[in-house]
């Protein structure tokens, strides 16, 4: 976790310096652009007899000298040392070029301005703090006055006092929303790293949950005379199907179902419910399957009442009688039996009630459903996201579930399984339900 949480800071601060850079050239660009231009109108003002040859020469030696320093800043990691270099020197640089600079740019306290918003931009963004911009348009605004003094362009005080001014007031304001607007880049950077360490506190958690719901699946489920297997592929992180083989004492279930929902509360929902089935087991061993079932869903409802969350379950609790006879409580998708001596493929539906929905449920509502196995018969439960998921442009469906039946009949229960999953995951990669399939084959007891 922290070498992820390095990464990810290298990574910011790589997407901060590479914005600054953009952000500095585009100044770069913009204040050349703004000194071309002035050296085009002292080209032709020369030219036009209007000017004279010190205009010209006066601002490429600024363009010159600007432009190097700007080269050093983009390339250099002391950024801000050539930066208040530059607006010395540049500001220097300026008065000395204005001093010769007469004719058509005579007016030259724009380019002051224009320096002065183009480094409070730059020292605002390199340093993030205000006083930097302020101590700016301060001295460019001394350095206008000064100007005002040694050019031999004469202005008024009243003319000095309203240059000055604007490039103060302008100023000023312009540092205050560049100040305004670090605050809010700041407070952005902030709210990011906080959600992405609690980003990283739910991932963590997520993966706890998933690894609680794996150690809580059987891993290697058995019953007497019987091969049984299992397995769940989640859609997310942690899944809310649920399938198990539990011993309790002398009594033998499968159990399979379905929590309403995706995601980490239906994944809750589903450990809750097995753990409540396994506590219902230890603490009534000898209650009927329908009282297990009625006593497992006020268990469920109480924790969802507590979690706040409108969900339910859809379940179907077999038990294992022993001689081939099994019996089932619930309400779920059919189970599907495979005849081995006819190969004919027949469903048995529990029509009881899900979980959850009430807060009791009448003995009445929950009929106990019984069938019988043969020897070399194939039991098979699942969940909806097997049969809907989209394969080829269709769903996969019964009928092909069926076929995989009798295909892998006489192989076993982990070749069937095998061969369902490997078909849907090859044929389609995106998982919009979660996945299980529980199959057991009788070989006598």
């Known amino acids: 976790m922290e070498k992820v949480q390095s990464l990810l800071s290298a990574v910011d601060e790589t997407q901060l310096a590479e914005e600054r850079r953009r952000t500095l050239t585009a100044m770069e660009s913009a204040l050349g652009a703004f000194v071309v231009f002035m050296l085009v109108l002292a080209v032709v003002g020369y030219l036009l007899g209007e000017g004279q040859a010190s205009d010209p020469i006066a601002l490429t030696a600024f363009l010159?000298?600007?432009?190097?320093?700007?080269?050093?800043?983009?390339?250099?990691?002391?950024?801000?040392?050539?930066?208040?270099?530059?607006?010395?020197?540049?500001?220097?640089?300026?008065?000395?070029?204005?001093?010769?600079i007469r004719g058509p740019l005579s007016p030259w306290w724009p380019g002051f301005l224009f320096m002065s918003l183009e480094g409070s931009i730059i020292l605002g963004l390199i340093q993030q703090r205000p006083l930097w911009g302020r101590l700016l348009v301060l001295y460019y605004a001394l350095l206008l006055v000064v100007m005002a003094l040694l050019s031999p362009v004469r202005m008024s005080w009243q003319q000095i006092v309203l240059c000055s001014g604007v490039v103060l007031v302008l100023g000023f304001l312009f540092m205050e929303v560049i100040s305004l607007l670090g605050e809010t880049l700041e407070k952005e950077r902030i709210r990011t790293a906080e959600l992405r360490d609690a980003h990283d506190a739910l991932f963590a958690e997520v993966a706890v949950a998933q690894g609680l719901q794996k150690l809580l699946l059987p891993?290697?489920?058995?019953?007497?005379?019987?091969?049984?297997?299992?397995?769940?592929?989640?859609?997310?992180?942690?899944?809310?199907?649920?399938?198990?083989?539990?011993?309790?004492?002398?009594?033998?279930?499968?159990?399979?179902g379905d929590v309403s929902g995706h995601g980490l509360t239906s994944g809750l929902t589903m450990m809750m419910a097995r753990s409540s089935l396994v506590g219902t087991?230890?603490?009534?061993?000898?209650?009927?399957?329908?009282?297990?079932?009625?006593?497992?869903?006020?268990?469920?409802?109480?924790?969802?009442?507590r979690l706040n969350a409108r969900?339910?379950?859809?379940?179907?609790?077999?038990?294992?009688?022993?001689?081939?006879?099994f019996q089932a409580v619930g309400r779920h998708i059919p189970l599907l039996v495979r005849r081995a001596q006819t190969g004919a493929i027949e469903e048995f539906e529990a029509t009881g009630v899900w979980l959850g929905l009430f807060d009791d449920i009448e003995i009445e509502l929950l009929p106990t459903l019984s069938f019988q196995l043969e020897r070399g018969d194939l039991l098979v439960l699942y969940t909806d996201g097997v049969t809907e998921r989209f394969v080829g442009g269709q769903m996969y469906g019964v009928e092909r579930l069926q076929v995989a039946m009798a295909r892998c009949a006489e192989r076993g229960p982990i070749d069937f399984i095998d061969m369902v999953f490997g078909g849907i995951e090859q044929d389609s990669a995106e998982r919009e339900d979660d996945m299980t399939l529980l199959a057991l084959r009788y070989d006598g007891e």
Do not use: W
């Not at 592929?233 to 033998?252: L, M, N």
């Not at 079932?293 to 969802?304: C, F, M």
């Not at 969900?311 to 006879?325: D, I, K, S």
């Open 64 to 100: 010159v000298i600007n432009g190097i320093i700007g080269r050093l800043s983009l390339r250099s990691s002391a950024s801000l040392r050539l930066e208040v270099l530059r607006v010395v020197v540049g500001g220097a640089t300026a008065v000395g070029a204005y001093c010769f």
């Open 219 to 256: 891993h290697r489920p058995s019953l007497p005379g019987c091969k049984v297997s299992g397995r769940m592929i989640s859609a997310t992180e942690v899944g809310g199907d649920y399938f198990d083989v539990i011993t309790a004492g002398k009594r033998h279930f499968l159990a399979i």
């Open 281 to 305: 087991l230890e603490a009534k061993p000898d209650q009927t399957l329908p009282e297990i079932y009625r006593l497992l869903n006020r268990t469920v409802r109480k924790n969802l009442e």
């Open 311 to 325: 969900m339910y379950m859809t379940l179907v609790l077999v038990e294992m009688l022993g001689g081939g006879r």
